[in-house]
Each structure stands twice: as structure tokens, then as C-alpha cells.
């Protein structure tokens, strides 16, 4: 039936068909012949495959848009065995968010990233660190102290300049916790270089690497989610409330901390758990001693998409309408306006008058209109971030130096 299509349209409806297998929705078969049906004829000219086609990827389309229904979905994970390998540091190790650099666009904080461990034994189904990484391993940098405290990484952090530097680009910052030292690696260096800030991010609930005595600049974070997107697309990782009390134990001994409510997803029924969400966290956690609650949504670059697509597992974090924004694909901005409005909305005056709230990756005009504010350019953002983060940090008198003067 197909046989009229040109090689472009077969193409898109072999990936079409992919993306509704792995969704658990109707074949395309299936809807191709119900929609040939509507013209009680057989498919015998271009004309009429093309009518036909066109028809059944606007089918396709009216499931994208619609929230996403996880109510009969069975997930499942690709149960990758990984090798644990440990290797000398790359030439380069410290690098940048990956966010496009124009101002009009996307607004970003221009967090610098240290790549200790590359890969994840984590399985989100939205992870591009999948698409980044392969061969079945985990390599752990061994010798990360001697690399930290060498001069060529000293020529890379300027010492007079304030630093916030991020683990979690390339793998999760404790799934290990500290089994192969790379946490107290990170907390020698920041006892000696309180002008930086290094960033942990995690969806673990490991607790074991916590420490009575620690540098305050050393900021563990989690990512959180609603309960479904946890339970059904955030695999092998701890359960929501897990995070929430790991987070709650490291702040009960000294650590600021944060959260990252990201990637929120678009599903039915979104707007009563990411309320359940936000009442735990608040419920658990002293907003006094929080840092940062970044808020962001799905994102995806067209090679991470055909990743996804590829791997053998079933998820619907691609069944979304995939508007492209500077060279990206994501939700429309009218849908995040909904859903981040709604979910800064949902956090007691204390919090918002305590914490620093921000988009991740998101349209600059966003801000304003989601969390009452905005800024002129990703420079702007970046200096009141490190303001916030070390103002909030130098306040508690615990650093030795006065770095008042560097902020």
C-alpha cells in the first residue's frame, strides 16, 4: 500500500512506526488501514497514498499533543551490564553547559562541567549521556586530587574569578558515593579554593559519603520528579521520597543544598503529582539552607532522539509535540508556561524569599511570566547566581576567607 510513497515518506513512517512501538500505542499499520478505510477504496495512485499518509501522521500528531497517558503503560530498561574502568584524566576536563550561547534564545547560567566519571549506571529514558558514551563502561578518573591540584588544571580556574563547576553532565555525581575517593578528591579542593563552587547532582539516595566536617562550598543536589516519570522513566534510580530524605540528612549536617524539578513532563494527571512533589519537599526540607530550585523540561537534540528511538526498551518520554527552539526540540513555550507558572506557584512565600529559583535551559521569555522575574542576558543571570549561591554560603561565617570582595 505503501508502494506510491516516495523514499522520504517511507523513511518518516518507518520512525513514526518505531516511535509508536516503543510508546505501547496502535501499530501503524493499523492506523494506515483505518484511515484508508474512510475512503472505501484501494490505494492506487500517488494521490491517494499521499492523502492517506498525510493523514496518518496528523493521527500521530493528535497523540503527541495530547498529555501524555502513562495509565496502562508497562516501562521497561535496557538492563545494560557496565564495566567499571579506571583511567588517567583526559587532556581536557573541564568544559561548559552545552546550552546554544545566544542571549535572544535560551537563557544559561554558563555552569562549567568536570567530566570524574563518564556514563551512568542509572537508565533515564531521556538521558542524552546514553548517546554520549558506549562500549558497556563506567571510566572513573583515578588519579582526579592529583589532576585537581596540578598546575595545568590551576591555569584553567582563575583564582580571582568565581567558579560554579557541575559533575552531573556525564554521569550521576554520587551513584558511587565516595567507593573510589572522587568525593573527597572534590572536598580537599574545595577546602583550598573557597572562590569555587563544585555542584554534585544526583537521583541516588546514598547517604554513606555524608561528612560531620566538610567544605561548605561542596554542594550535593537532586533531581527530582513526579512519581509516575520516576517510576516509569527514571530507572534503577531511588524513589522520590528516597532523594528527598538523603537531601534532608545532608542538610541536617551542615551541607547547602538543591534540587532540580527537571525534566517535568507534560502527562495526565501532571498538575497533582508535581503538587504531591513540591508539598513532600517543603514538608522535609528547610528552605534556609537551599541554594537553588532549577525548573526545566524535556530537551532533546535530533541525535539524541534517534538514540532513543534505537534502543530496545519501551518509554513515551518522545510522545510530545517536538517544537524546535535554537537547533533543539521540546514542548511549545505556551505548554511550559503552564507547567512552570504552575509549579513555581505551588511553593510557600518562605522559599521563594529564601531560595533562588531558575529556568534550566529555557526561552528567555519564559522568566518573567513563570517566576517573576527575567535577565538582559546570560551574563546577567550568571553573576547573580554566584552572587546568591556565595552570599547565601558566606553568610553562615564558616568559610575562613572573606570572599565578599570577589563576589
Excluded at 498525510?54 to 500521530?60: H, Q, S
Excluded at 577546602?191 to 567544605?215: A, C, F, G, M, Q
Excluded at 537553588?292 to 513515551?316: A, C, D, E, P
Amino acid at each position: 500500500m505503501t508502494e506510491f510513497l516516495t523514499f522520504q515518506q517511507r523513511k518518516i513512517l518507518k520512525e513514526q512506526a518505531e516511535n509508536l512501538l516503543q510508546w505501547g500505542e496502535t501499530r501503524i499499520e493499523d492506523i494506515w488501514l483505518r484511515e484508508a478505510e474512510k475512503y472505501n477504496k484501494e490505494i492506487k495512485c500517488k494521490r491517494d497514498a499521499t492523502l492517506v499518509y498525510n493523514n496518518v501522521l496528523k493521527r500521530i500528531n493528535e497523540i503527541r499533543m495530547l498529555p501524555t497517558d502513562y495509565q496502562n503503560f508497562t516501562s521497561e530498561n535496557s538492563n545494560e551490564y557496565f564495566k567499571i574502568e579506571f583511567i588517567n584524566a583526559p587532556e581536557v576536563i573541564i568544559g561548559r553547559c552545552p546550552c546554544p550561547s545566544e542571549d535572544k534564545v535560551l537563557r544559561c547560567c554558563n555552569l562549567a562541567t568536570l567530566d570524574a566519571v563518564q556514563q551512568c549506571v542509572f537508565d533515564c529514558a531521556y538521558c542524552s549521556i546514553q548517546s554520549f558514551y558506549h562500549e558497556g563502561k563506567i571510566r572513573v578518573i583515578k588519579n582526579l586530587k592529583e589532576v585537581l591540584f596540578s598546575d595545568n588544571f590551576r591555569k584553567m580556574i582563575d583564582e580571582n574569578e568565581i567558579w560554579h563547576i557541575g559533575t552531573g553532565q556525564s554521569s550521576d555525581s554520587l551513584m558511587f558515593g565516595n567507593d573510589y575517593d572522587t568525593i573527597s578528591a572534590l572536598e580537599e579542593y574545595c577546602y583550598h579554593n573557597e572562590n569555587v563552587i563544585i555542584e554534585l547532582k544526583t537521583k541516588s539516595s546514598r547517604t554513606d559519603w555524608i561528612k560531620d566536617e566538610h567544605p561548605l562550598n561542596l554542594i550535593p543536589t537532586w533531581s527530582l520528579n513526579a512519581k509516575t516519570i520516576v517510576d516509569k522513566e527514571e530507572h534503577n534510580t531511588a524513589s522520590l521520597i528516597g532523594r528527598i530524605k538523603a537531601a534532608e540528612k545532608a542538610i541536617n549536617e551542615g551541607y547547602f543544598s538543591g534540587f532540580h524539578i527537571h525534566p517535568m513532563v507534560y502527562f495526565d494527571g501532571y498538575k497533582t503529582e508535581y503538587r504531591d512533589l513540591v508539598y513532600m519537599l517543603t514538608d522535609y526540607i528547610d528552605p534556609k539552607k537551599i541554594l537553588m530550585v532549577s525548573i526545566g523540561t524535556l530537551t532533546f537534540t535530533k541525535n539524541v532522539l534517534k538514540k532513543i528511538r534505537l534502543r530496545n526498551f519501551k518509554t513515551k518520554i518522545t510522545c510530545m509535540p517536538l517544537s524546535e527552539i535554537a537547533g533543539k526540540y521540546s514542548y511549545p513555550n505556551e505548554t511550559k508556561k503552564e507547567m512552570f507558572s504552575y509549579l513555581y506557584s505551588l511553593f510557600p512565600q518562605n522559599w521563594k524569599d529564601n531560595v533562588f529559583f531558575y529556568l534550566c535551559m529555557e526561552d528567555s521569555s519564559l522568566w518573567q511570566p513563570c517566576l517573576n522575574k527575567s535577565y538582559a542576558s546570560n551574563s546577567e543571570f550568571e553573576e547573580d547566581m554566584k552572587k546568591q549561591y556565595f552570599g547565601k554560603i558566606y553568610a553562615s561565617k564558616r568559610l575562613e576567607n572573606n570572599i565578599e570582595t570577589i563576589i
